[in-house]
């Protein structure tokens, strides 16, 4: 058991290292996400919109500039987890290959992949609640990071299964670019006011854009969309552990027998 502990933490600082090293993702999270909401709220007008939101079963009226800021930090939040999960997976490749053909456990490898899109997710769901929160009245800031956190660990999950999938890292980013735009797109209550596009519920944003909007917008916190955003962030996780699972070499019976370690 504390070999297992002693693999998971130090495969956990290997993964959050290597995300500090990549200053491409360093500097969308610490540039694009502000910058982003900051062109939502001047290229948006202050006039009152009236949008239904079905986490409240009501129609709510509200400043279409803090409307579109709530939806641009979940458009916002989305890439960025989707980029630097991606970009880890993909590179780390050969080295997670080489470990495990020496010997070292796979549950533990597995494990902190999973705790590091958690940690990141959480840390840029916290960071952009408090944008918004600098910016907007926001009436329930716990939930709003929370709903942030979910569409991170939902595009966290998408970017660890894209990045053991797909053969190059063009695909991978054109992949995470266009799903987050049709997910992110279809549910801005600035460009849809209705909300009522076939099929809008079943994408896997939906349950964190209405958590955001009605935490953010309202007195109320539909917590049973939240849980929408648990079930995705659970699906799309254990889908990539899955495969990660089956693409990863484990080390052959006869070698672990020989005690022999393969370089």
């Known amino acids: 058991m504390r070999l297992l502990c002693t693999a998971f933490t130090e495969l956990l600082r290997c993964t959050l290292l290597g995300h500090l090293r990549n200053r491409l ?53 989305t890439p960025v987890v989707g980029f630097i999960t991606f970009t880890e997976t993909f590179g780390s490749q050969q080295m997670d290959r080489r470990l495990l053909l020496a010997g070292y456990p796979r549950l533990p490898m597995l494990l902190a992949k999973l705790a590091a899109v958690s940690l990141t997710a959480a840390l840029l769901a916290i960071y952009t609640a408090i944008l918004l929160w600098m910016s907007l009245p926001v ?15 939902t595009y966290g999950g998408i970017g660890l299964l894209l990045g053991s999938l797909v053969r190059g890292e063009l695909e991978g980013f054109f992949l995470i670019i266009m799903l987050s735009l049709v997910d992110t797109g279809l549910q801005n209550p600035v460009f849809n006011t209705h909300m009522d596009v076939t ?3 079943a994408l896997p944003l939906y349950g964190v854009t209405q958590l955001a909007l009605s935490s953010a917008l309202t007195p109320h916190i539909p917590w049973s969309h939240g849980l929408l955003s648990l079930t995705w962030s659970t699906a799309t996780g254990a889908l990539a552990l899955l495969v990660l699972h089956a693409q990863r070499p484990s080390r052959s019976p006869l070698l672990r027998r020989a005690g022999v370690r393969t370089p």
């Open 25 to 77: 993702a360093l500097a969308l999270a610490v540039a694009f996400i502000p910058v982003w909401i900051a062109v939502a709220r001047l290229c948006t007008s202050d006039e009152v919109v009236r949008v239904w939101l079905d986490a409240v079963s009501a129609p709510v009226s509200a400043p279409a500039s803090q409307v579109g800021q709530v939806a641009s930090a979940l458009g916002a939040v």
């Open 199 to 201: 099929g809008v519920s």
């Open 139 to 153: 009436r329930h800031v716990g939930p709003l990071a929370l709903a942030l956190a979910g569409a991170g660990l």
